[in-house]
């Protein structure tokens, strides 16, 4: 089956700073989506990107789908931000069978 | 809207014992899904649904049931737990958006409950 790969696994930032958070899948994909899971466990859809770049406030993703990766940038990081960031990929089109990667833990200090 | 909610928050069970997990959603989304969340790892997907009465397997079915019964509920059956079993379960339902442009497509958000942590000894 299809592989998910994120990079880095651990991430420490000092608030104010930018990052990049990389995602790589090793077969071509439909739908390709970034989550936020904050300290509480709680899972937020941040984007759905299967091509092309979206922004929203600080934060802003583009996926190359012919290359096979997606990034997500945060730029001028705050506390908040801290949790884990997964990317999610789905091979059919049926809105199901979606394939987690392992994700990226990211702390910013205060 | 509530959104999805899950319950319990929180189970000890000991080995062999079964249980159910509950999810309900109002949110009238045909699609909803049960992942476990082990330590330091993704989400892997159990089992889903696209509509009352209709469920199939996902990555790691094994150990699980499910039921379809209603759009709102997507209930997770555990029998016969196992420590294996001990993880963090969470329940999503989406509806599919349309992308507009020339050819359009499908894509669906997830929405997902708060989660149930497990922990089978």
């Known amino acids: 089956g299809i592989q998910v790969e994120q990079s880095p696994p651990d991430l420490i930032l000092q608030e104010g700073a930018n990052s990049t958070l990389r995602c790589n899948f090793s077969?071509?994909?439909?739908?390709l989506q970034w989550f936020h899971q904050n300290p509480w466990g709680q899972l937020i859809n941040l984007f759905y990107?299967?091509?092309g770049t979206k922004q929203n406030g600080r934060l802003s993703a583009t996926t190359v789908a012919t290359e096979r990766y997606s990034l997500l940038y945060i730029s001028s990081s705050q506390t908040t931000d801290s949790g884990v960031y997964f990317c999610?990929?789905?091979?059919?089109?049926?809105?199901?069978?979606?394939?987690f990667g392992a994700g990226t833990r990211l702390f910013v200090k205060a | 809207n509530a959104g999805v909610t899950q319950t319990p928050k929180f189970r000890i069970l000991k080995i062999g014992q079964s249980m159910t997990l509950q999810c309900t959603q109002d949110?009238?989304?045909?699609?909803m899904y049960w992942y476990r969340q082990d330590p330091g790892m993704g989400l892997k997907l159990i089992y889903y649904?696209?509509?009352?009465?209709?469920?199939d397997k996902g990555e790691v079915p094994n150990g699980y049931n499910v039921s379809r019964s209603t759009t709102e509920d997507f209930p997770l059956r555990l029998e016969l737990a196992a420590p294996s079993q001990t993880s963090v379960y969470f329940c999503?339902?989406?509806?599919?958006?349309?992308?507009?442009?020339?050819?359009?497509?499908?894509?669906?958000?997830?929405?997902f409950g708060p989660g149930t942590r497990l922990t089978v000894t």
């Open positions: 990107i299967p091509s």
């Open positions: 999503a339902s989406s509806y599919p958006h349309r992308t507009s442009g020339i050819s359009p497509a499908y894509y669906y958000e997830q929405y």
């Open positions: 949110m009238n989304h045909n699609y």
């Open positions: 649904s696209v509509g009352a009465g209709i469920t």
């Open positions: 999610a990929v789905e091979q059919g089109t049926g809105g199901f069978k979606t394939i």
């Open positions: 077969d071509s994909v439909n739908n």
